[in-house]
């Protein structure tokens, strides 16, 4: 089975940054594209932030130009760099495997971590 931690979060004023971590208990990189996810209060679960294996990436409109994520295939991680946060980008993030293919229409039914709080204020 495969495990998913994400660690980084925390609360921030709007503007500065945030680095998020997801470690991964088995490489599935090579296979696998990885993606951010978020659900806010009240919202749906969405994917913020995708990379392939091959190191492609796509993001949400939300956050194009703000977001970078990453990953380290020898460390099982992946990565995502927040900047110039925004209240709205007040969420649980997650990582998961995203399924590149048809990344904005379908979200994984399981292998869901605990996430980590980022919390973003005025």
């Known amino acids: 089975q495969v495990q998913l931690v994400e660690s980084g979060g925390g609360m921030v004023q709007a503007g500065e940054s945030l680095r998020l971590s997801c470690l991964v208990s088995?490489?599935?990189?090579?296979?696998?594209?990885m993606g951010w996810y978020r659900q806010a209060p009240g919202k749906q679960r969405e994917l913020v932030a995708a990379i392939a294996p091959s190191g492609t990436t796509d993001y949400a409109d939300s956050v194009k130009g703000r977001f970078t994520i990453s990953k380290d295939n020898a460390k099982n991680s992946v990565y995502l760099q927040m900047t110039s946060l925004k209240p709205e980008d007040t969420a649980v993030y997650y990582c998961?495997?995203?399924?590149?293919?048809?990344?904005?229409?379908?979200?994984?039914?399981?292998?869901w971590g605990q996430g980590t709080q980022v919390t973003v204020s005025s």
């Open positions: 998961n495997v995203a399924l590149w293919a048809s990344r904005w229409r379908l979200t994984p039914s399981s292998g």
């Open positions: 088995r490489n599935i990189f090579v296979i696998n594209a």
